[in-house]
Every structure is written in structure tokens, then in C-alpha cells.
């Protein structure tokens, strides 16, 4: 560069450096510092050689005022736009830069050039002016949280043999980086190794879309609690002491809730992937250096490597990191960093089960004791056709039917969403142990339940009612009859009132008096129904399956199922009208496709039969002469 061109560039040395990126460079030659975006060109370009390429570009940059207006309109971050003087010239802090902005020489504005990569993020500190005010970390059921009081997750799952288990242990046991996972993977394998750990807090955030556990390894021990009890009839916990302080090891779960990584724009530049390709890590961005073969605006994080297409959280989804914090002195060292575990996995599960192997012993005892009293219990998986159809509906869908295999009254709604062909999700629960999820939508834990997106609703019949209103289904009751449609809703009254309540009573009695009294009444109320129906048939209105044949389906099907082997109930009259209708209902292809094997309710009904004690609140109120709840 010539001397005018060297001098006047000079003259642009700030009188002050410092560290901050966008406030300049820190080197021993002169800085060129940026005009505000769209304000005249300084007087000492003036005296620049135009000769020199570089002054030239630099004076051109700085002229298309019309290119950094719009850039600047556009920068979020840039929030005092009025120049600063000091000593009669414009200096003023560059903004951050934007992510439209292309790649080029320190200094220099490059427009006209490809947009980065959305992935490409800034080293700032800025608040984005759209969360401020806004709290992020809603309550654990407005943002479909995972987690439960003392920071354990009560829908984590108890598969006892995932794929690769081994590999995920140890990974998940050492924690030697930062490791991320999808809520599925981590729901999956973590019960598997929360043996090792035990919880100690749960840290909530107010403007962050997180929330972050801690656990100790639990061969640390916990400090003495409450004082010993002195009341002679309490029972003793069958505990044993440990040693205290035999592991340092501490590790944080940090929970983030759907939309969490566009929110922070955090991206997982170093992948260290098992070979399905799950396990990824979290490494620390680095600042493109001035010398890269890969030129980057300075300042701009760029990513060393592709993200994998499968990345947790890339799409909106809940994920979970976790990583070792147990910090100064962990590894006997104290270089501040967070040493291994002082024993072996082996060890930890010599200590303690983890939530599977607990759950698989829970369910083997129950088992057998089951097995040894020769009782009969209700089954809590589908089975035969209506496993298919369980299996078919099990995605997440914003419609959710909670049901239970065995229970007549979800087999309404079931048949019910198979006529109308809807697309919907079923969630098969069990109701004497009433599930959070079951009670957020029903506070009586009863099933069904139907959950519409923010909207839920119980009780079978209104269920129908509701399914029947929706637009484009089709229809269960005749929607140009009104006359016909009181006569159905009439019916299922009686179905509701009469049979079912006779069914209940026969099934419950246990004196042969009271059997044969029971077996008469649900007799005669029957016949009501039939008299009251289409004389052709086979259904109630005619040809098609309609709204009182879905009221009455579910306890047709346990006449022969149930009260057949167990009250010796009879056949139907070969050729008579009710014989008519029970064939078309039991062939029905959408009441074929919500029925399971016949053992299902031979098996779940012996409680019934038997008139055990608690066996649900329907038998309760039969028993007590209540109406059903």
C-alpha cells in the first residue's frame, strides 16, 4: 500500500482495544473499524488510494448504503443504532453478524452471497427480544413433561432386553462425554443404569426451555435422615448400611422440552455415534481461526462436522443430555476434571437392582401368586384381533381413546371409532392402578377416556354422542329422522338401565335362587329390545350397524363369552329374530376387529362370577343396589 493509503488507515486505529469479537481484533497492525451501517463515508476515505484493491473494497462495501440498511433492519441483536463520537470521528461497535451474511475477509462486508446454514450460530451473549418476559419452562403437564416429583420419570419403560443393552450400560455407566439422546432411547435404556445413581435435585429454570436433574452415584451414600423411631409397633425397614464416600461421581440429566434446540440454537458439533448410529455427544463449538482453508465471518461458530439426519431434537422432539459434573478433585487430581467411577458397573448392580430387573421380579411374584391361589385375574393386553387393531393405533395421534381390554363399555367407543374409520390413538391402561394420564383426563380414573387435543371426556355414552357430531364420519344414528333418532337414543336408555344392570346381577349372584331370578329379569329386557326393533333386521334399524347396536354389542358378546360357561346361559332360538341379530353383530367386521380371544374374558370375568370383593365399582354398586357409576 502507498504512504497516503498507509496513513490514512492508521488514522483509523481505535485508541482502545478489546477483547469482545465485534469490538475489534486484537493485533499489532492497524484496525479498520465499520462505519455504521447506511451512514456517509468517513472524510479520511477520501484520501484513500484507489489503486489498492483493498482500500477500494473497503470504500465500496461502505458506499452500497442501501445493502447494509437492509442487513442491519434485519439484525435482532443490533439495539442502539445512533453513532458515538469520540474525538471528532464515528466510531460505533459493529452489530453481531447476520445469518444471511456470507463469508468473507475480517472487516469487510460481503453481500450478494449465499445464506449460511442454519446450524451456523453466533458467540453472544444477547438475549433474543422475543423471550424476554416470556417463561419458557411451563408446568411438567402444559409441556407434556416426563418427569415426576424427585426427579425420576414415570413413563420410562421396562423393556427387559432393548438392542444393545450392554453397550448402552457401559456408555451410560462412564459418561466420559457429554452424551445426547432422544426421549425414546433414553426412556428405554436409562431404567436400565439408574441403579448406579441416585437422585439428589431437580434445578427448573424460569426463561429456559429445560430442566436439569442431578444424581449421585449411589455408592456415595446419603447422610443420616430422621432420628430412629422408638415406636415399638412400626415396622423395621429391612435396610443395610453402607460405607459412606466411596464415589464421587455425580451426573446431570438435563431435560429439553419440545422446540428447545431452535430456541437456544445449540447443535452437536462432535457426533461419537455406537454403531446403530444413537449415541451422539456434545462438544464445544470453536471459533473459525483467520487462516482457515474455509474462510467464515469471525466470530460465526461453525460445525466441524454434518449433523446426522437422525439428531435428537433436530425436528421439534424432546431430548436429554447427559454428563458427569462431579468436578474439583473427582479423579484424585484436582485439575478440575470430572473423574471416573472408583468401582465397576458390576458393583453397582451388586448393590442394587435397576427399575427392570425390579419390575420383572414384581411381575414374576405376582405371577405366582396368582399361579399357587388358582385365581384368575384380568388380563391387561388385548389379544387376537383387537391386538391387531391395538397395534395398528399406536402412534401418537391427537385423538386418544384410554382403554382396557377387557372392559364392555370402551369396547362401545372402540367399535364405535372403527365404523367411522377414524384416525386415532389407543392407550391401553390399566384402571385399578389409575395412571396420571388416565386421571388428568377422567379424575375417577374410569375408562374410557377421550382425549381431542386440549379436550377430554368420559363416560361412554356421551363419548358416542360427541364421535357422532364430529363432521364427515360416519354416521351411527339416521341424521335426516329425528323421530328415528329419539327412538335409538330411547333404546340405549334401556340398554343402559335395564340389561346392563341385569347382566351384572346375574353374573354376581351366587345362590342359585338369586341366579335363576337374575336370568329371567335380563331375559325379559331383552325382549323389550327386540320388540321394539326392525322386525326384518338384523340390526335394530335395518341392515346396517347402527348406534343402539353398538350400546348393546359389547355384552352381547360376553352372553356367549361369560355368563355361557359360568351361568350356563342358553343359546338363541335357531331362526328367531334375537338369534338374527346376536349372528350379525358376532360377524360385524368393525366388532370383530375391538374382540379378543375368548380366554381374555373367561379369565378377566371370574371375579365377577365369583363375587370377589373389590372387583370394581360396577360391582360394587350391583352388590350395594346402586345404579352404575
Not at 394420564?437 to 361412554?460: I, K, M
Request: hydrophobic share 30%; glycine share 6%.
Amino acid at each position: 500500500m502507498q504512504e497516503t493509503s498507509a496513513v490514512s488507515l492508521q488514522s483509523f486505529a481505535p485508541r482502545r482495544h478489546s477483547l469482545n469479537p465485534f469490538h475489534g481484533f486484537h493485533t499489532n497492525q492497524a484496525q479498520l473499524v465499520v462505519a455504521p451501517y447506511g451512514s456517509p463515508i468517513d472524510p479520511h476515505l477520501q484520501d484513500l488510494d484507489t489503486s489498492n484493491a483493498f482500500a477500494q473494497q473497503c470504500r465500496n462495501q461502505l458506499e452500497d448504503s442501501n445493502d447494509v440498511q437492509s442487513l442491519h433492519a434485519n439484525d435482532p441483536f443490533q439495539r442502539d443504532t445512533a453513532p458515538k463520537f469520540q474525538e471528532g470521528r464515528t466510531h460505533v461497535t459493529p452489530p453481531l453478524p447476520n445469518r444471511s451474511r456470507p463469508p468473507g475477509q475480517f472487516g469487510i462486508l460481503t453481500p450478494h452471497a449465499p445464506p449460511l446454514p442454519q446450524h451456523v450460530y453466533f458467540q453472544h451473549d444477547a438475549v433474543n427480544p422475543t423471550q424476554i418476559g416470556t417463561d419458557l419452562l411451563q408446568s411438567t403437564q402444559a409441556s407434556g413433561g416426563s418427569r415426576k416429583k424427585d426427579g425420576h420419570f414415570d413413563n420410562a419403560k421396562s423393556i427387559p432386553n432393548p438392542p444393545n443393552l450392554q453397550a448402552w450400560r457401559e456408555r451410560l455407566f462412564h459418561v466420559n462425554e457429554t452424551i445426547t439422546l432422544s426421549e425414546d432411547d433414553f426412556l428405554t435404556y436409562f431404567p436400565h443404569i439408574d441403579n448406579v445413581y441416585s437422585h439428589r435435585s431437580t434445578q427448573k429454570y424460569k426463561r429456559k426451555p429445560f430442566v436439569s436433574h442431578y444424581w449421585d452415584c449411589r455408592l456415595k451414600g446419603r447422610p443420616p435422615g430422621t432420628a430412629k423411631s422408638d415406636d415399638p409397633t412400626k415396622r423395621k425397614r429391612k435396610r443395610q448400611a453402607r460405607e459412606r464416600d466411596l464415589c464421587d461421581v455425580k451426573i446431570k440429566i438435563t431435560e429439553y422440552f419440545p422446540g428447545a434446540r431452535a430456541m437456544l440454537g445449540q447443535e452437536i458439533t462432535n457426533t461419537n455415534a455406537d454403531p446403530n448410529g444413537r449415541f451422539y455427544s456434545l462438544g464445544r463449538p470453536e471459533v473459525v481461526p483467520l487462516e482457515s482453508t474455509q474462510p467464515h465471518p469471525f466470530g460465526v461458530i461453525a460445525p466441524t462436522t454434518q449433523d446426522p439426519a437422525n439428531l435428537p431434537g433436530n425436528n421439534g422432539e424432546r431430548f436429554f443430555t447427559i454428563q458427569r459434573v462431579n468436578g474439583n478433585g473427582g479423579n484424585g487430581k484436582g485439575d478440575g476434571v470430572a473423574g471416573p467411577h472408583k468401582h465397576s458397573l458390576e458393583e453397582s448392580d451388586r448393590v442394587k437392582k435397576n427399575t427392570v430387573q425390579r419390575q420383572i421380579l414384581k411381575d414374576e411374584k405376582d405371577t405366582k401368586k396368582v399361579q399357587s391361589s388358582g385365581k384368575k385375574t384380568y388380563h391387561k393386553k388385548a389379544t387376537g384381533a383387537a391386538l391387531g387393531t391395538v397395534k395398528r393405533h399406536s402412534k401418537e395421534h391427537e385423538l386418544k381413546l384410554f382403554g382396557s381390554c377387557f372392559c364392555p363399555f370402551v369396547q362401545r367407543v372402540w367399535i364405535a371409532l372403527e365404523v367411522k374409520d377414524m384416525d386415532y390413538q389407543y392407550i391401553e391402561v390399566d384402571p385399578y392402578k389409575k395412571p396420571q394420564s388416565l386421571l388428568e383426563v377422567n379424575p375417577e380414573g374410569l375408562v374410557p377416556a377421550l382425549r381431542h387435543g386440549d379436550w377430554a371426556c368420559y363416560e361412554s355414552t356421551v363419548l358416542l354422542e360427541y364421535l357422532e357430531d364430529l363432521n364427515g364420519a360416519e354416521p351411527l344414528l339416521p341424521h335426516e329422522n329425528a323421530p328415528k333418532r329419539a327412538h335409538c337414543r330411547l333404546w340405549a336408555d334401556h340398554i343402559n338401565r335395564k340389561i346392563v344392570p341385569a347382566f351384572y346381577r346375574y353374573l354376581q349372584a351366587q345362590e342359585a335362587s338369586k341366579q335363576v331370578e337374575g336370568a329371567e329379569d335380563l331375559k325379559l329386557q331383552i325382549a323389550k329390545l327386540v320388540e321394539a326393533a326392525d322386525p326384518v333386521g338384523p340390526f335394530f334399524l335395518g341392515p346396517r350397524l347402527g348406534f343402539v347396536d353398538v350400546q348393546l354389542a359389547p355384552w352381547l358378546l360376553r352372553m356367549r363369552r361369560v355368563l355361557k360357561p359360568y351361568r350356563s346361559w342358553p343359546d338363541p332360538i335357531e331362526g328367531s329374530r334375537w338369534a338374527k341379530w346376536v349372528e350379525a353383530v358376532e360377524n360385524n367386521v368393525h366388532v370383530k376387529a375391538t374382540t379378543s380371544t375368548d380366554d381374555l374374558y373367561l379369565d378377566s370375568y371370574e371375579r365377577y362370577a365369583e363375587n370377589r370383593p373389590n372387583t370394581s365399582r360396577v360391582a360394587d354398586a350391583v352388590n350395594a343396589g346402586r345404579g352404575l357409576p
